[in-house]
C-alpha cells in the first residue's frame, strides 16, 4: 500500500514536471508599451497639470493658514481671551478646510484618482487587450510583465514581446 501511494505521488509530481515544461510564456514591458502610445502620453500630460492645479489651489489656501497663524502670534498679547478663542477657530476651520482639499483632490479614491481612471483606464484595457490578443495567437500560456512588481535576475531579450503588442495596438517604435 505504502509502495503504491509513493509511487502514484511520484508519477504525479513527474507529470506537473512534465507539463511546467511544456508552458510557452513570454515577457512584456508594460512601462516601454505605454511610453510609446500618445494617447498615454496626453493623458498623463493632462493627470500632471491637473496634478499642479490642484496642489496649488492647496498650497495657497495653505499659505493663507500659515500668514493667519502668523498675524494671530503677532497679535495673541493684545487679544482677549474670546478674541483669541474666536481667532484660533477661524485658524482651525481654514487649516481643516485646506486638509478636507487636499484629501478630497489626492486622497483615496479623490478627484485625481478618478481621473486618472477616466483617462488611462481606457488605455490600459486597449493594451491588456491587445496582450491577451497576442498570447492567444501566438499560444502563449503564461505573459510576465517585468515592469510590474515582478522581479526577474534574467530575461532572455529575444523572450521579450513588448513590440508585437505594439504592433498589435497599430503603433511603430
Do not use: H
Amino acid at each position: 500500500m505504502k509502495k503504491t501511494v509513493l509511487s502514484l505521488l511520484f508519477l504525479l509530481v513527474t507529470g506537473f514536471a512534465v507539463q511546467a515544461q511544456k508552458a510557452n510564456y513570454c515577457i512584456i514591458d508594460s512601462r516601454y508599451i505605454l511610453e510609446k502610445i500618445d494617447d498615454y502620453k496626453d493623458a498623463q500630460s493632462k493627470l500632471d497639470n491637473l496634478s499642479k492645479t490642484w496642489q496649488d489651489e492647496i498650497d495657497t489656501k495653505m499659505a493663507e493658514v500659515d500668514k493667519m497663524y502668523k498675524g494671530y502670534q503677532a497679535e495673541r498679547p493684545m487679544l482677549s481671551d474670546e478674541m483669541r478663542k474666536r481667532r484660533e477657530d477661524e485658524i482651525v476651520v481654514k487649516e481643516k478646510s485646506a486638509k478636507d482639499l487636499q484629501k478630497q483632490r489626492f486622497g483615496y479614491e479623490g478627484d485625481l484618482f478618478k481621473k486618472r481612471q477616466e483617462f488611462v483606464k481606457p488605455i490600459q484595457d486597449r493594451v491588456f487587450n491587445a496582450v491577451q490578443k497576442m498570447a492567444s495567437q501566438r499560444a502563449f500560456d503564461m505573459v510576465l510583465d517585468k515592469a510590474g512588481g515582478v522581479t526577474l535576475f534574467y530575461a532572455d531579450p529575444k523572450l521579450d514581446r513588448s513590440d508585437d503588442v505594439l504592433k498589435i495596438l497599430g503603433i511603430n517604435k
